[in-house]
């Protein structure tokens, strides 16, 4: 019987052991190879949009993946934290965190940089950046979405101007356009300051907004009429509460809709002011196809403009932006100091879906010249075909030199061949 249940076990150990080397292979749900061609699209589109970031005077910075969750996670929203993973320092024993958004990051190293400033000249201090890295996700974003997606995006700091939400969106209209993405998009933009002072004005409590925040995200207008009706404790401005979800896609219907008071109100005055500004000016200036919604409130971390960028039909935006605050301490004057940023964020492995990229022909140098002219010494033909395979690599071709006789890959599109001390391409025809 020990036989048999020795044997038995060895057989279960030996079948776990054929299953495990079997899925080896298998990479976890979100996560995937980029290949070949999809490969060479995310790596053109990410350098062709950052060469246009950096000339519009962005500054690339490279952040590190990993950090000590303090300075990681010290300002981030509770989505980014629900979506990082946490490790241990095996040098240290502190906890460090996967970046799973890189904005935090460079607000860090703008705080840092801020720092050892002369902020007297308020020209100065404001500062531009850009970046392109990949991030890691908890849970992926959508039901297809990835888990490791290529981030890229760009920062302005250290203005609070409207000229600045205005250079962010000439900007990333620019990246749209040299992709020929414009004529399928969209931008939602909506300003979250005008429910933050309705809330301010009317002293409503943490539990009642995130209530109010939840139906505004569900398009609950019944559910939110009921509400409404039952916070007659905060006067005339409990109706807003609802004007703001029934109206808040028409901004002219929304002003006039408004109680006495919030009208009235330069916060919210300045944020209907600044929408219908931006609206029209898209519209001019980029013949954009703009919507509103003020009802949505994006992160909790944003303070002003909120923007969505919806490319097709996909149901998600492809990227999203807004302005925020980075809480810092200045240590020159030892005190805790705030700079307003504005900025946008997207993954590029969802933007490359919408562009093609073309195929570069690929050309194989035949193992019989290789074998014949290149391995012989001296070969008097040996310096005309490297002409011809440096000229073809100048001119966009992939070429190969072929190491044996099956060496000719499947997307191989002409061979390098000679006549008469002629090096010319030979076309295949496609199968």
Known sequence: MSNLASNSTNVANQSAFYLNTKNTWLLPDGVVDLLSTEAVKQETLRYQLTRILISHGYEFISPPMIEYTESLLGYASEDVKLQTFKI??????????????ITPQIARI?????????????SKSI???????????TMPK????????????????????????VELLDVLFTLLDSTDVIEQSHIDIGHVAIFQQLCQLASVPTHLQEKLIELYANKALPELKLLTSKMSQFGELAND????????????????????????????AKALSDLTYLV??????WDANVSV????????YHTGVVFNVYVADESLPLIRGGRFSNHFHHEV?????VRSGVGFSCELNRWQNHIQVHEQPFTVVPYSHVRTILHVPNHPDAPALKQAIDSLRQEGHRVIIALDETDEPEQTTHRLQVANGVWYLEHLAEN
């Open 333 to 337: 004057d030892n005190t805790d100091a």
């Open 241 to 268: 509460f609802y004007v703001l979800g029934e109206a808040g896609n028409d901004l002219q219907k929304l002003s006039e809709r408004l109680s006495t008071q919030a009208k009235h109100d330069a916060i919210i």
């Open 127 to 137: 500062s531009r950046y850009c970046y392109a890295g990949h991030v890691i996700y």
């Open 110 to 122: 703008d705080a840092r940089l801020h720092n050892n400033q002369d902020t007297s000249n308020p």
């Open 88 to 101: 241990i320092d095996q040098l240290t024993g502190r906890l460090m965190g996967v970046r799973a958004d």
């Open 293 to 300: 919604d003020v009802t949505g409130l994006g992160y909790h």
């Open 142 to 165: 959508g039901l297809f979405g990835s888990r490791t997606p290529l981030q890229l995006g760009a920062e302005i700091f250290g203005t609070d101007s409207l000229a600045s939400e």
């Open 280 to 285: 029209s000016y898209l519209e001019d200036h």
